[in-house]
């Protein structure tokens, strides 16, 4: 992939020349064109221009912004349902690995509720976060109140939670480095912080290039390496302990990216695509997403 060198006020390096990535656009919403411009020593890609804050809720405001509708009017959203189906018990068989005894879990950009309420339902002490005010009220009446506003994640106490889950989260948040000292402090002493976000340099997406529907701009601010997500926990004074595949998600990006690139659903390309992805990864590690498991030092 050809790189740019241009110059710009991006805050990834005052005094050097920014390095372009790749040129994307967002596809789902506004048709705005955004540059990724690399961290080299973050080993990230970085969204700009960056929307202002409050500029950016504008950007979510899609019937099609699936992770906050409950909806199934297609195929492709009753796949995404179905996978999501199994893909929730996968991750509640992973929190359940790590907290044995104490089962308090804080599920940040919880969408509607559907993780925390199979959390609930085995036996966890749940609480959310969820910005979207639609997408609250329909968590909410999954899990009895358990889900807030943003702004309550800055009132919560100090090693609260055994676990805190951050589902294909972390690219949405604005200040990295805050994010993961306030879930350092959230979390108990022996707590696990488990983020889940797409990873830049799987297979499908350098099959898609600028269509690859995980970039998602300007939505998604930050695009992370398995290396990124292990400096950003050594910054914070955690550990990287594990990392888990997400093989649905190489499929379902796949569909999507097929969409972007074609103008329609192409099922059969994408989801070739997104087993040739997973192919792949087995030798390369570099799943379409990954899930890392993080704890205190």
Same mark, same amino acid.
């Given at each position: 992939m050809n790189k740019l060198i241009v110059n710009s006020n991006h805050h990834v390096s005052k005094s050097?020349?920014?390095?372009?990535?790749?040129?994307?656009?967002?596809? *789902?919403?506004?048709?705005?064109?955004?540059?990724?411009?690399?961290?080299?020593?973050?080993?990230?890609?970085? $969204? !700009?221009?960056?929307?202002?804050?409050?500029?950016?809720?504008?950007?979510?405001? *899609?019937?099609?912004?699936i992770?906050?509708?409950?909806?199934?009017?297609?195929? !492709?959203?009753?796949?995404?349902?179905?996978?999501?189906g199994i893909a929730l018990k996968r991750k509640l068989k992973l929190i359940d690995s790590i907290a044995k005894d104490s089962k308090l879990v804080l599920d940040v950009g919880c969408g509607t509720g559907d993780f925390l309420h199979v959390a609930h339902k085995a036996g966890w002490t749940i609480s959310g976060i969820e910005p979207d005010e639609e997408a609250r009220a329909i968590a909410n009446k999954k899990t009895n109140g358990a889900v807030f506003n943003t702004d309550q994640l800055f009132k919560l106490e100090s090693e609260s939670f055994d676990v805190i889950t951050l589902w294909h989260v972390l690219e949405h948040l604005p200040d990295l480095d805050q994010h993961l000292s306030l879930f350092k402090k959230l979390l108990k002493s022996d707590g696990a912080l488990i983020i889940a976000v797409p990873n830049y340099k799987s297979y499908d997406a350098q099959v898609y290039s600028e269509f690859w529907a995980a970039y998602d701009v300007p939505r998604h601010l930050w695009h992370?390496?398995?290396?990124?997500?292990?400096?950003?926990?050594?910054?914070?004074?955690?550990?990287?302990?594990? $990392?888990?595949?997400?093989? !649905?998600?190489?499929?379902?990006?796949s569909l999507l990216s097929e969409k972007y690139k074609s103008g329609k659903m192409n099922y059969l390309k994408? !989801?070739?695509?997104?087993?040739?992805?997973?192919?792949?990864?087995?030798? *390369?590690?570099?799943?379409?997403?990954?899930?890392y498991v993080i704890k205190k030092t």
């Open positions: 050097s020349p920014k390095i372009i990535y790749i040129k994307v656009k967002d596809h *789902s919403v506004s048709g705005e064109d955004f540059e990724l411009i690399l961290n080299d020593e973050l080993e990230m890609l970085e $969204t !700009f221009p960056k929307p202002s804050q409050e500029r950016l809720p504008d950007y979510y405001k *899609s019937e099609d912004y992770s906050h509708t409950d909806s199934k009017r297609n195929l !492709f959203e009753k796949i995404y349902h179905l996978i999501k992370f390496s398995q290396n990124t997500l292990k400096k950003l926990a050594d910054k914070a004074d955690m550990k990287l302990v594990e $990392t888990v595949p997400m093989k !649905f998600d190489a499929y379902y990006v994408g !989801f070739w695509n997104g087993w040739r992805s997973n192919v792949s990864a087995r030798k *390369s590690g570099e799943y379409s997403s990954l899930i």
